[in-house]
C-alpha cells in the first residue's frame, strides 16, 4: 500500500516562526500537493510539484513556499506564521500527471498562537 | 458559483437506510474522484472514475459524463460509514484537483 506520511499531527507555533511541514510518500509518485482545509471553504491548493526541484503555484500560495529536494519528500514552509495560516493541512501525492488514484496524509492541525 | 457542487452538505440516516450523495461539476474532466474524511482528518480515496460505474463493497459510484454528474450510494448504511465525502474533479486542462464542500453523513444505530 502506498502511504503518505505527514510529520506531524498537531503543531502550535507563535506568530512570525518559521513552520516546516514534511511529507514523504514511499511509491516513487512523480506528483505531490499540499492543500489546506477550512470549514466552509473545504481543500484548497496550496503548492504542488510535478518533479523533483519542480514547483507551480496552486490557488492560495500567498504567505507559503515549498522545496522539493527529492521525489520522496515535498516540504511545506510558512515563512513567517501568522494566525490566519491555523488550518488543517494534507499532503497529497499521485503516480501520474492525471487520471490516477490519489493518496493523501493524515493531516497536520496547525495552530498559530 | 462552485465548480463542484455537492448536496446535500448534511446527511442523517439510520442504519440500514440507503444513501445518495450528488455532485455536480461545470468543467470538462478526465476523472472524478470520491473521497472519504473520518474525524481525525486522515482521507481515503474510494473511487476514481471517467465513465459509468464502479463497485466496491456497499459502496457504487456512478457517472454521467454529458450530464456533469456523479452520484455515491451506500447500501446498507452503517455508524462506521459516518464520514466526510468529498467529490473532486481532474480538469481535463492538468492533473490538479477541485474539490467540492463535502457532505458530513451521520449514520445512527
Known amino acids: 500500500d502506498v502511504k503518505v506520511t505527514q510529520s506531524s499531527r498537531y503543531l502550535v507555533k507563535r506568530t512570525g516562526e518559521k513552520v516546516f511541514l514534511e511529507c514523504v510518500q514511499d511509491?516513487?509518485?512523480?506528483?505531490m500537493f499540499w492543500y489546506r482545509q477550512d470549514p466552509g471553504l473545504g481543500l484548497r491548493l496550496i503548492y504542488f510539484?510535478?518533479?523533483?526541484?519542480?514547483?507551480e503555484k496552486g490557488d492560495i500560495p500567498e504567505g507559503y513556499s515549498v522545496s522539493r529536494e527529492k521525489k520522496e519528500r515535498f516540504s511545506l514552509i510558512l515563512e513567517s506564521a501568522s494566525t490566519n495560516q491555523t488550518s488543517m493541512y494534507l499532503c497529497?501525492?499521485?503516480?501520474?500527471?492525471?487520471?490516477?488514484?490519489?493518496?493523501f496524509g493524515q493531516g497536520t492541525r496547525l495552530t498559530v498562537v | 458559483k462552485n465548480e463542484v457542487e455537492q448536496s446535500p452538505q448534511n446527511l442523517t440516516a439510520q442504519e440500514g437506510e440507503f444513501i445518495t450523495i450528488n455532485c455536480s461539476y461545470s468543467?470538462?474532466?478526465?476523472?472524478l474522484h470520491w473521497l472519504q474524511q473520518h474525524p481525525g482528518g486522515g482521507i481515503v480515496s474510494l473511487f476514481m472514475?471517467?465513465?459509468g460505474k464502479k463497485k466496491h463493497g456497499r459502496l457504487i459510484a456512478t457517472i454521467n459524463i454529458q450530464e456533469k454528474h456523479s452520484s455515491l450510494h451506500i447500501t446498507a448504511s452503517h455508524p462506521r460509514d459516518s464520514a466526510v465525502y468529498i467529490c473532486?474533479?481532474?480538469?481535463?486542462?492538468?492533473?490538479?484537483?477541485?474539490f467540492g464542500e463535502g457532505t458530513q453523513l451521520t449514520v445512527n444505530p
Open positions: 497529497a501525492s499521485s503516480l501520474v500527471r492525471g487520471r490516477t488514484e490519489a493518496f
Open positions: 473532486a474533479v481532474e480538469e481535463t486542462s492538468g492533473s490538479r484537483l477541485t
Open positions: 472514475l471517467s465513465s
Open positions: 511509491m516513487d509518485h512523480e506528483n
Open positions: 468543467v470538462g474532466i478526465s476523472a
Open positions: 510539484s510535478y518533479d523533483v526541484k519542480m514547483k
